[in-house]
């Protein structure tokens, strides 16, 4: 039952409530920085271990912050997280990090992980918030890259940097300047759209069905 | 002082916050829904940047060269303390504004372009007059970019649009045209 239920509140971020494609939060970085996939992925990492640490932190203390301050509290703990994961990256991938550049610091202004904080954390027990808290970065992650091996695969002709196509491919530039963001992005919604209004009609067949049957 | 007018028209057209950047992104597909509530939200945001660059100019003048590490958490606090004053002020001086925003008055704290603007103005080293010439192009790129988006909102309610795409879907496409128009401005300068 226990292990059920930490296994629930894991998966329902990835697919079900996930974080971009299903409550449309956390656009911004998500947004900038997929114009390659190895950019996403590093961004996942890093809003990952800012997720997973400050929900751990919040939930730990989620007796001691007052009711009145908490907004304060969370933001300075998200903060703390993302300054570590700054300087961790300058440390070990410069490349990446000069890349990602603002981007980083801007974390902090994720709603996402503000939102995980204040709807998950600070009500429930650390091990399902640590849970919780992988399983919307998961769903974050998958989110930024599949944006981002989209956009580099039509825009470039690349993924991670290995050519896919011939000579011949003529890339699709848009993709990898600002609008083609806004453009993948709609369409991957409108796909989510066109899957739930096909499971709800299937739904109400079902139901139909069984009425009539009965 | 040569490169005023370049970087207010920089940060309103040519890098504009939301549809270059993609600063922003909540209250811009939240609140546009109406033309009056979204061009108020701008101008919120565009006061909030102003104090902003001041307060991140004095902080990075006298008080961060110690504490270059701090930089965030100074930023932070100091974004979340206007907001508040702000929220304070708009509830005493007009309430069916307050209520109007509703929750996306505090969440300009949360709000990527104010932060960004901190710290785009910091790593260009952008000194006072720098700084409040920047944060007014970028408040008023903002708030060009939410009334665009606003009024396009408010003819596609009146038109036949299939279920299926509206809502977010729909706003994200309308963004990607607009962002497409906003780069015919990169050629605007043609050395920079």
Redesign the interface.
Known sequence: MKKNESYEEFVKGIWRDNPVFVQ??G??????VTNSAINAIAMGMASMFVLVGSSFLVSLFRHVIPKQVR??CF??II??F??IA??TLLALVPAVHKEL??FI??I????LI?GRQEAFASRYPTRLAVMDALGMAGGFMLALFSLGAVREILGDGALFGFRLFGENFEPWI?MI???????T???I??FF??FK?KKDEFLADVAEAERSGS | MDNLPWIFVSALLVNNFV????????PF?GVSNSLATSARLGLATTFVMLVTAVCAWVLNTYVLIHAP?LR??CF??VI?STVQFIEMLIKKLSPALFRAMGIFL??I????A???LA??AT?RGYGFVEGIVYALGAGIGFTLAMVLLAGLREESELSNIP???Q???????I???L??AF?GFAGLFSSS
């Open positions: 449309v939060l656009m911004c970085p998500m947004l900038a907004i304060s933001i300075i903060a703390t993302v300054t700054d300087y550049g603002a610091p801007l902090v202004a994720n709603c503000l848009v300047l600002p609008p083609g963001g806004f453009l992005l709609g369409v919604l409108l759209n066109w209004y | 549809l270059t950047y993609f600063l922003g992104l909540c597909l590490y965030l958490i932070i606090v979340a505090p969440l704290t949360t709000n990527c104010i932060l960004g710290i785009f790593n279920k299926l795409i809502g977010t879907a729909m706003n994200l496409i963004a990607g045209v962002s497409m780069m």
